[in-house]
């Protein structure tokens, strides 16, 4: 079957080649049959591929399904595969990198539908991640004739999916060609990017280390966006920060406190945070570091009632109060899929998320036991992704870039953030319960609680500076030492 796909692509392929090459006005991304005959040659490379790489696996057994899908060693060691993860470590790699050629090559939203899948780093392989992230900061450029030719045919998109569906059966990813129809129009339009460039400025003007480039108007349209040019580092390049003297702790916590205010206070939330749009400069007149917030065409707007209930579900798995945990996930649509639901937005085992994820770093066996669960719950998390809200769909695709930022950065799961997720959730839910209070002494009653437990977030921020501080471990040294001597 693979070969005979082939054949049909290399045909359709050279037909189409035949036509173009005698009209040199005409660019072969014009015409939607080149570009499904791409993908559908890409599909029969790959598919032919795994079969050759695997066929010492009995075909639909159940290593093949879990080989096919990712492989980590201790698992390949168990079940006896461990020569065969080479090869398809190989072949994983080379099907990724088919398929980012295949997204510059038919470029529009194939870069966009591209960008999202080197997002999913607990359904796919390292290999794919690693390999489409490219596209985050290196697609190529489009003309605005070329991207509207391909938003007019949407056939595009569903066959890219229909590529990688044919790669991974178990995983659905139709939802994602339904978010790209509705969000890139709204990508595509200029005067609302720069509205909502404006807005998140304001909006956030109290950060002042945040950046958002000015907007000029009069030189603006639909078509044309002007604004002010800003250059910086990638937020991801550590050793870019160790050069210029930024420190990477504090860089990764303000980001920290731009998302928590932007989803959980505001529900106002740009939804494409990839290391291109997130730039990092040190003024050299105060020495301040700054955050260079890009490309502010695709926001999400959360409702209220969604946004209280993802508060409260962050307060819950904060405190590892697993009641909450699970009332919360099945108002967001998890139903009897809460700790999966848990695990995927926290990015942590079920036993981390039982015992508190603000009480232990991700440990490099924690990350092998989450991607091994990705791999093999696929059709849950598939219908997982078809239950819940479709606000949650960007805000998970947001918490994964906002996560590979902190990998790069060595600050995942850090304390701080948690704190700073904690002030936020407390301050969005103390403001709704206001609104909703006409009674005088409950909103004062509303507002010293609200104090208080951010009182409480300031005082543990406080202790935990003292225990790493070298003040800190002189004071736990001395009172060590009078303990002994008693």
């Excluded at 009069?218 to 050793?239: C, H, I, Y």
Aim: charged share 20%; hydrophobic share 40%.
């Amino acid at each position: 079957m693979a070969r005979r796909a082939l054949k049909l692509a290399s045909l359709a392929a050279a037909a189409s080649g035949i036509y173009l090459y005698g009209n040199k006005f005409m660019d072969p991304n014009d015409f939607g049959v080149v570009r499904v005959g791409r993908a559908i040659a890409t599909t029969a490379v790959i598919t032919y591929d795994y079969l050759t790489s695997l066929r010492n696996v009995p075909y639909g057994s159940e290593e093949y399904d879990f080989l096919k899908s990712q492989v980590p060693p201790s698992w390949s060691e168990t079940v006896g595969l461990g020569n065969v993860l080479p090869s398809l470590l190989q072949v994983h790699l080379r099907s990724a990198e088919r398929l980012r050629e295949l997204c510059c090559a038919n470029r529009g939203t194939f870069i966009k539908v591209g960008q999202h899948l080197g997002a999913l780093d607990y359904l796919l392989p390292e290999e794919y991640t690693r390999t489409l992230k490219v596209l985050h900061s290196q697609a190529p450029q489009s003309t605005r004739q070329e991207i509207e030719q391909v938003i007019r045919e949407d056939l595009g998109k569903e066959v890219l999916l229909l590529v990688v569906k044919q790669i991974f059966p178990d995983f659905e990813f139709m939802w994602l060609v339904e978010e790209a129809k509705k969000n890139l129009p709204l990508e595509l339009d200029f005067l609302n990017e720069g509205r909502n460039a404006e807005k998140v400025a304001q909006m956030l003007k109290n950060f002042e280390f945040l950046k958002v480039p000015r907007i000029y108007w009069e030189l603006s349209t639909r078509r044309v966006l002007l604004m002010e040019f800003m250059e910086g580092g990638q937020v991801n390049d550590k050793a870019y920060m160790e050069k210029n003297g930024i420190d990477v702790n504090e860089i990764s916590r303000n980001l920290g406190k731009l998302y928590s205010e932007m989803i959980f206070v505001n529900g106002f939330v740009h939804c494409d945070p990839h290391p291109g749009n997130v730039l990092v400069k040190k003024c050299p007149d105060s020495g301040k570091a700054y955050i260079i917030l890009l490309d502010h065409g695709l926001y999400q707007v959360l409702s209220e009632s969604f946004r209280m209930d993802y508060c409260r579900l962050w307060q819950a798995l904060i405190k590892a109060d697993m009641k909450r945990v699970q009332k919360y996930s099945r108002r967001l649509g998890a139903g009897d899929l809460y700790p999966l639901f848990a695990c995927m937005l926290t990015a942590r085992s079920w036993e981390s998320v039982n015992r508190g994820i603000d009480q232990s770093p991700v440990s490099a066996s924690e990350d092998v036991e989450i991607r091994s669960n990705a791999a093999a719950y696929l059709p849950q998390i598939t219908q997982l992704l078809n239950n819940v809200p479709r606000q949650m769909l960007l805000l998970l695709k947001t918490n994964d870039l906002l996560r590979g930022i902190e990998s790069a950065l060595h600050t995942r799961a850090s304390a701080s953030s948690f704190l700073n997720m904690s002030r936020c959730c407390i301050r969005a839910v103390s403001t709704y319960q206001r609104s909703k209070s006409h009674s005088l002494y409950r909103r004062v009653h509303i507002s010293l609680t609200e104090a208080l437990s951010l009182w409480q977030i300031n005082l543990y921020e406080l202790f935990l500076w003292l225990k790493g501080s070298r003040l800190g471990s002189w004071v736990i040294a001395f009172l060590s030492r009078m303990h002994h001597s008693t």
